[in-house]
């Protein structure tokens, strides 16, 4: 039964169960991305690239790397976009994201977002934009007195980066949940106008619990300088690790310990086997074990899942061009989707000239 005070927003489980080809693939086409500031960290791959290595076995993926949207807040330096592009898409393959499954897109290569943006942009009021709670967290965290237009019509842009590929669900954390509201919205006042058939997406919540900081802060960010990056080498790991905060009441490794409030313990409960966890937990709270012994225990861990990733990863650094060449066959096609789509909008519109 349709639960009734289910956010619209929110696909249903069920929606898609039935819709599968013989290879048990749902034919619903997913559509996430990232703005490639700078490396992916252990963050992003438990908020979100562990899921979509899962995703691409059940969904026609498409993985969009904003390079657009990352102007929106870094147009002072393009030119690092370049090389950002390429290491987010190292990062992509490394931790498994296999390009027979995903398709990849570089944005700035689809002119053709640019005209469904603007298309968009004539009726979502300016109210909408300002008003949207993700809008002003993040103005607010960045420090913005004045929002520039560009950034105060990302989520305008990011609905044309979902209808333009016609996808029907975007896997997204809460915050981007009124991006998702928006982009419906937006669509559904588009199909009004034109009578166009845009597909209106829904979210598919992928809710995990946020990684905290080494610093102990609620979120690991590059900007706050508490990350590891899944291209940190293993020197790095093991020093980042060792400057994390732990419990602070404890001062000999003879204290009993407060793994509740340590953030290795938090780590352990994320990247350690389930015994190791346990004993952790045992034994830091009969101070059994130094923090010293539990951040190489939690050192091995993280290792242990970064080594396979860095055998990918090294074979793709050693193949700059292949690399590229994946970013161009997944932008290629989904150009053609694009300009299709773009199409079939100027028809609606009575625009085809
Ligand atoms: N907003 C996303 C981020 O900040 C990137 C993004 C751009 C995106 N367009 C999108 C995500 C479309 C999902 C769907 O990382």
Not at 15 to 28: P, R, V
Not at 143 to 158: A, I, M, R, T, W
């Amino acid at each position: 039964m349709e639960n009734k005070k289910r956010n619209p927003a929110i696909a249903s489980e069920f929606k898609f169960e039935n819709a599968q080809n013989t290879s048990g693939k749902s034919y619903a086409r997913i559509l996430t991305g990232d703005r490639p500031t700078g490396p992916l960290h252990l963050g992003h791959f438990c908020g979100s690239l562990k899921n979509r290595v899962a995703l691409q076995n059940i969904y026609d993926t498409f993985i969009l790397i904003a390079d657009v949207q990352a102007l929106t807040t870094n147009f002072d330096h393009p030119e690092l976009l370049r090389q950002n592009i390429f290491n987010v898409a190292l990062d992509y393959l490394a931790v498994g994201i296999v390009p027979e499954k995903s398709t990849i897109i570089i944005q700035s290569m689809i002119n053709e977002l640019a005209e469904l943006t603007i298309f968009f942009s004539m009726f979502i009021s300016i109210n909408a934009l300002k008003h949207n709670p993700t809008i002003k967290t993040e103005a607010k965290e960045r420090g913005y007195k004045e929002l520039n237009y560009g950034f105060l019509g990302y989520p305008v842009s990011q609905t044309a980066d979902i209808a333009i590929f016609k996808a029907d669900l975007v896997p997204v954390g809460l915050d981007q949940l009124p991006h998702i509201e928006l982009s419906r919205k937006i669509v559904r006042r588009f199909n009004e106008l034109y009578g166009g058939a845009l597909i209106e997406p829904e979210a598919l919540l992928s809710e995990f619990p946020k990684l905290i900081g080494l610093d102990g802060n609620l979120k690991m960010s590059k900007s706050y300088g508490n990350a590891i990056f899944l291209s940190d080498d293993f020197d790095t790991i093991k020093s980042k690790i060792k400057t994390a905060l732990t419990d602070k009441s404890r001062i000999h490794p003879s204290d009993p310990g407060h793994p509740d409030i340590c953030t290795i313990f938090s780590y352990h409960k994320t990247f350690s086997e389930s015994n190791l966890t346990k004993n952790i937990e045992h034994d830091c709270t009969g101070g059994l074990i130094g923090c010293v012994q539990c951040k190489n225990n939690l050192y091995e861990s993280i290792k242990n899942i970064l080594i396979p990733m860095n055998e990918k990863r090294q074979y793709y650094k050693e193949r700059t061009s292949e690399v590229w060449d994946i970013l161009f066959a997944g932008t290629n096609k989904a150009k053609k989707i694009a300009s299709e789509t773009l199409r079939e909008v100027k028809e609606n519109m009575k625009i085809n000239y």
